[in-house]
């Protein structure tokens, strides 16, 4: 099949890379000249900017690579409509565990020795290698043996969900979040007058404050405040989830109609997750200090969550589009949002109680962290069998692929 000249998403798509490409390369020059001017005065977290820049600038890498392969498309050239094999086998566990293995373990001696020009070389390097090849991991297992499609079409869902899916999911919530926040300071001004000054106050104090025990201290009272502890969770468990399940597969749902079986969706959800996963987990984890290896561990295993859900909501999309079920689609939904939300709220209240101590509660340490560390390891493990079944289930199911009419030439006669 010769693909359309005039392919008008695959090139809409290459714009939105280069204006990606184009605001990152800013913000890496940005972060990576912030954090040498810290190293050598000695100041901040320069190894921290620098994470952050390395992250960006493995991101303009993986933008350039989809980039590629959706120009193909664009310029109307046949490999780009050839069927998407991803270079997977299962010797690279052995390879990917050593890997973090010893990125966590280097990376741990080097935070501890709290060497800033040390951290600050090896650090970025090792984030990169505890963070992205699980997620390369998880994508060969979860898609192994399933059909993903053109695989321009494949790289076009990855590129998006590290620019467009993002960018929209950080503006809705901070929007959301700013109109929590002035809802919940008008209702106290009524109520509270005597309240509403002291939160103006603390926000003034705030400004030019930056002893960490200072802040917490003057925030302690309102930090373990059940009101505001249950509005808090309710965002982080409740609405976050809903925007980000509902986004993180944006490029599945743009193409949708295009999608030929739902073992093609849930692969390009899990390339949605990956995506998503890459960019929250190296912006995380972007941190230099001592706790640097369980930041950067806990942050690798979250992109278990991100392709779960994904996958779920685009093998949902893929059945409500493609044989007009749309009861799978919201059950897949509701179920992506329902995990994701109790993963939230176990991830809050664990660093909730983390800082119990701080703000007159040292009994929360003990009482609640274990609850939650169990429950969030239970939850990885089960959503990594239901990738596995769901893998399972998809290749032993496959759907037949649609049949092509051949028309037979008409016979030439020759006069005798």
Not at 27 to 38: F, M, Q, Y
Not at 169 to 175: D, G, K, P, Q
Not at 307 to 313: F, K, P, R
Not at 349 to 370: D, R, V
């Amino acid at each position: 099949m010769v693909p359309n000249k005039n392919h008008l998403s695959s090139s809409l798509t290459v714009l939105a890379f280069g204006i990606s490409i184009l605001f990152l390369i800013v913000v890496v020059l940005i972060l990576g000249i912030s954090s040498l001017i810290d190293l050598i005065n000695g100041e901040g977290d320069p190894a921290a900017k620098l994470i952050g820049a390395a992250g960006f600038s493995f991101e303009i890498i993986l933008l350039f690579i989809c980039g590629r392969f959706v120009l193909q498309k664009a310029m109307g050239r046949e490999p780009a409509d050839l069927p998407f094999r991803f270079p997977f086998a299962d010797w690279q566990l052995l390879v990917v565990t050593g890997l973090v293995v010893f990125a966590v373990l280097a990376g741990g001696l080097i935070a501890y020795a709290e060497i800033a020009w040390l951290g600050w070389l090896t650090l970025p390097i090792l984030t990169l290698l505890v963070i992205v090849p699980p997620i390369w991991l998880l994508f060969g297992y979860g898609s192994r043996g399933l059909e993903a499609g053109p695989r321009w079409r494949v790289f076009a869902v990855f590129g998006l969900s590290m620019t467009v899916g993002p960018l929209i999911m950080i503006l809705l919530e901070v929007i959301l979040l700013f109109g929590i926040i002035v809802f919940g300071l008008v209702i106290l001004a009524v109520i509270e007058p005597p309240m509403f000054k002291d939160f103006l106050q603390i926000a003034e104090i705030l400004q030019v404050e930056t002893n960490q025990e200072v802040i917490l201290d003057m925030l302690a009272p309102y930090i373990s405040n059940p009101m505001i502890i249950t509005v808090g969770i309710g965002y982080i468990a409740i609405l976050v989830p809903i925007i980000e399940e509902l986004l993180k597969p944006i490029g599945v749902w743009l193409f949708a109609l295009k999608l030929e079986s739902p073992a093609q969706g849930f692969v390009l959800g899990m390339v949605s997750g990956a995506g998503f996963a890459i960019i929250e987990s190296l912006n995380a984890s972007a941190d230099g200090s001592v706790g640097w290896p369980v930041i950067v561990t806990v942050r690798a295993g979250t992109s278990i969550l991100h392709m779960t859900t994904s996958g779920l909501v685009g093998w949902g999309i893929a059945f409500a589009f493609k044989e007009k079920r749309i009861g799978r689609l919201i059950a897949a939904f509701s179920s992506a949002v329902l995990v994701h939300g109790v993963w939230n709220a176990a991830a809050a209240g664990t660093g909730l109680s983390a800082i119990g101590e701080s703000i007159g509660k040292p009994e929360w340490i003990f009482n609640y962290i274990p609850a939650f560390l169990c429950g969030l390891l239970v939850m990885g493990l089960g959503m990594l069998a239901v990738m596995f079944a769901s893998n399972r289930k998809l290749r032993t199911n496959p759907v037949p692929p649609p049949q092509i009419e051949v028309k037979k030439e008409e016979e030439v006669k020759y006069p005798s």
